[in-house]
């Protein structure tokens, strides 16, 4: 999967993503941070999973309806188990996000929010 990973996200998780056969750039090794609109539309452009710390992310998505490729906001896990939480959701929702889902992982808990159009037909 292609994926890319927040400035939030530990930095160590990158060698663990792409060892793991995943194609991932990681925000915190550009010139600068753009912005959360920018990393969205950069993520989007790319075809990659945003993966990051940030809940501002899902409100941009949401409540401003921007478009996105998938986002997976990991919640309460220390640095170096963000990427072991990262292919555990992957391996389990990665379609799902490749079509524009919306989840958060916490330990124990995973809330999913599926695209409009994966939720049937859209009411009069």
């Given at each position: 999967m ?8 530990w930095?160590g998780?990158?060698?663990?993503l792409?060892?793991?056969?995943h ?10 941070d ?13 075809g ?10 899902g ?11 998938g986002i ?6 220390a ?5 072991n ?15 524009g889902?919306i989840?958060t ?10 695209p ?8 009069p």
């Amino acid at each position: 999967m292609r994926i890319l990973l927040d400035t939030c996200v530990w930095g160590g998780a990158l060698a663990e993503l792409q060892a793991a056969g995943h194609d991932t750039v990681w925000v915190g090794q550009w010139d600068q941070d753009p912005g959360d609109e920018a990393i969205l539309a950069h993520a989007l452009a790319e075809g990659r999973i945003l993966v990051t710390l940030d809940k501002d992310f899902g409100e941009l998505a949401i409540a401003r309806g921007l478009p996105h490729g998938g986002i997976l906001r990991l919640a309460n896990f220390a640095a170096r188990q963000q990427a072991n939480a990262c292919l555990h959701v992957l391996g389990l929702h990665g379609a799902e996000l490749e079509a524009g889902a919306i989840l958060t992982a916490e330990p124990g808990v995973l809330r999913v929010r599926l695209p409009e159009s994966a939720n049937g037909p859209d009411l009069p």
